[in-house]
């Protein structure tokens, strides 16, 4: 019971910190970075922290903790392997249309791309990304795998899932700090200097603690084994559930 | 005998890639950015990465899996303990080192401190790891301890120890990429700008990159339950032979 109230905590954490990022991450954008448009222009640009944070941090976070919820754990696992891949998919479209945003804005601006040690990491995790949604899909929701390749897969699905995470956190850090200093040159518009920390850069350093503070929430729930959903024999009554279902 | 050869080979792989770190960001830094000095210019500088990454990165890292080597099992604890605690002291005293050097290097310049968001993370990794540290000592090597204290103790310290680490790559890599903005502006010296990924910016990414697969292979270690050392007795058994070991 305690163990169960200690969960609902770190839930209930990992939802306000995922809100409070989301809500962070388009203030700054739209109150001190002019807003969102998709022309090429560098509002085209606010898109990318925006979509990457909600795609890659926050609902992939949320997605990846769904089966440690004590709610589904008596329940049929199927409706929520579903759920899980939905929210990861929804998760992927937010990260690739937020890759589309920073691209298309270096094309029209004739700024080239994937040079900086960001782009590098944030490239990889988001390929990471999109190998571990298809390898998923393929393991663990199309009834036909066999079982010998989902039990090989699973430990491998469960490291990568965290791994992936900690990359999201690394670019968006490194995004966010390379962002600020671009950004707050103190030379143009009388903007304040970053190192004058003004209010703007305020907002966006305290975002990044609150990403930071996510990812570790999130890791904490994946790696205490008493939120751990109880396997046995679930993978084959799955197995024929699913077969019933997509059957039928 | 499988489980043991695998730890073998990441370990071995975590040993490889802390050296290619640490003579990574020393070439970059004697080759590219001048070398090394502790007169208050861009010299002392150069001592931040390398202390940095040496101490909160390759050190702690090496010092963390230190228990999950087989050929320690079968033996008595204390020894490895008080291993454990040297190469982390030596990973401070290294990463107070880093610090001094870049407050040194701004204060001698007029530069503000504490500004930039990898300041903000790196300053409070360094702080938590000294929290770590002081309450790992007082809990695990004074034999007056409370065995009450240590049971719940112990969690958290292997719990804040990942997060330590996790914390240390995020602040590394946000500040190999700020460096790189700042040192390759492409506009002095002859020196090409960033975006044209000349050889310092490709050996500093690559650098980058090591730093986060050296991350993701010492958590794989502490992560994987077969390569845990079994506790049962010991603690108590421990308590009994370092109150003999400091009464002798």
Redesign the interface.
């Known amino acids: 019971m305690r163990s169960i109230v200690s969960f609902y905590f770190c839930y209930l954490l990992c939802l306000c910190l995922g809100i409070a990022c989301i809500v962070l991450v388009t203030t700054w954008n739209s109150k001190w970075r002019g807003g969102f448009a998709w022309d090429g222009s560098s509002l085209q640009f606010n898109w990318h922290p925006v979509l990457m944070v909600t795609g890659l941090v926050v609902l992939y976070g949320n997605g990846a903790v769904l089966y440690r919820v004590p709610l589904t754990w008596g329940q049929n696992k199927l409706p929520w392997k579903l759920l899980h891949a939905g929210v990861m998919l929804l998760a992927l479209i937010c990260s690739v249309l937020g890759l589309c945003a920073v691209f298309d804005f270096h094309n029209a601006n004739k700024?080239?791309n994937l040079?900086?040690?960001?782009s590098?990491?944030g490239i990889c995790t988001t390929a990471l990304f999109t190998l571990q949604w298809v390898l998923g899909l393929a393991g663990f929701l199309l009834p036909c795998s066999p079982m010998s390749f989902r039990k090989l897969l699973k430990p491998a699905h469960v490291?990568m899932g965290?791994?992936i995470l900690?990359?999201s956190?690394?670019s968006c850090?490194?995004g966010?700090?390379?962002k600020?200093?671009?950004a707050l040159k103190g030379t143009t518009n009388g903007t304040q200097p970053?190192?004058?920390?003004p209010p703007e850069?305020l907002v966006?350093?305290s975002f990044?603690?609150l990403i930071?503070l996510f990812?570790?929430v999130i890791?904490?729930i994946l790696?205490n084994p008493h939120w751990q959903r109880q396997e046995a024999s679930e993978d084959v009554s799955y197995s024929v559930s699913a077969t019933n279902l997509l059957m039928s």
Chains 1, 2 share one sequence.
């Open positions: 700024t080239q040079y900086s040690l960001h590098w990491i490291w965290g791994s900690i990359l956190v690394v850090i490194s966010i700090n390379e600020l200093f671009f970053y190192a004058n920390l850069a966006a350093n990044g603690v930071v990812g570790l890791l904490k790696s």
